[in-house]
T-cell receptor, first 114, second 109 residues
Framework: DGGITQSPKYLFRKEGQNVTLSCEQN?????MYWYRQDPGQGLRLIYY???????QKGDIAEGYSVSREKKESFPLTVTSAQKNPTAFYLC?????????????FGDGTRLSIL | GQNIDQPTEMTATEGAIVQINCTYQ??????LFWYQQHAGEAPTFLSY??LDGLEEKGRFSSFLSRSKGYSYLLLKELQMKDSASYLC??????????WGAGTKLIIKP
């Protein structure tokens, strides 16, 4: 079955440490997105990519980095510069960057600080 | 600024009908999405409206009024599995999605 796989489901970060969240899709979608979800708030866009080797900052990109070396993969690194990283992180993809196409989401990664 | 408003929480009874409202203020408008999200899981797509009117999909329907900046999601014949958060998201003039905080729907027997 086609879908989006995020790993790990739970992740713990120590102070000063960078961590990388994995997102893989086998839907042959061109566009991929990373969101952060905090209680009581809407999804906030961190980064998005409409094509391989290209990505754009979203509303809250500071303290995060991404790469898009392959169509299927869009990993997110939470750097030590992100001072409040505890959140639920969701990866999504859509057929193309035309945003009136629905986005398909992975099951998320919950990141906590040790 | 851009804003999406929806109620934080609603309660309804199994077998009944519930309407979840969403109002939006965006710079330009290119359509509105509804997603369902069970706790700790991925949001799943329910509907997309760009023209005024009601779109029906089985037990779920979605309505849009562009002139009023208003949408609602109507759920009929409620089942316990419908207990979830319902997310409203509007596309602005740059085709960026603006998300509401979600409405937590609690279904009681």
């Amino acid at each position: 079955d086609g879908g989006i796989t995020q790993s790990p489901k739970y992740l713990f970060r120590k102070e000063g440490q960078n961590v990388t969240l994995s997102c893989e899709q086998n839907l042959n979608h061109d566009a991929m997105y990373w969101y952060r979800q905090d209680p009581g708030q809407g999804l906030r866009l961190i980064y998005y990519s409409q094509i391989v080797n290209d990505f754009q900052k979203g509303d809250i990109a500071e303290g995060y980095s991404v790469s898009r070396e392959k169509k299927e993969s869009f990993p997110l690194t939470v750097t030590s510069a992100q001072k409040n990283p505890t959140a639920f992180y969701l990866c999504a993809s859509s057929i193309d960057g035309d945003n009136n196409q629905p986005q398909h989401f992975g099951d998320g990664t919950r990141l906590s600080i040790l | 600024g851009q804003n999406i408003d929806q109620p934080t929480e609603m309660t309804a009874t199994e077998g009944a009908i519930v309407q979840i409202n969403c109002t939006y203020q965006t710079s330009g408008f290119n359509g509105l999405f509804w997603y369902q999200q069970h706790a700790g899981e991925a949001p799943t797509f329910l509907s997309y409206n760009v023209l005024d009117g009601l779109e029906e999909k089985g037990r779920f329907s979605s309505f849009l009024s562009r002139s009023k900046g208003y949408s609602y999601l109507l759920l009929k014949e409620l089942q316990m599995k419908d207990s979830a958060s319902y997310l409203c998201a509007a596309l602005d003039s740059n085709y960026q999605l603006i998300w509401g905080a979600g409405t937590k729907l609690i279904i009681k027997p």
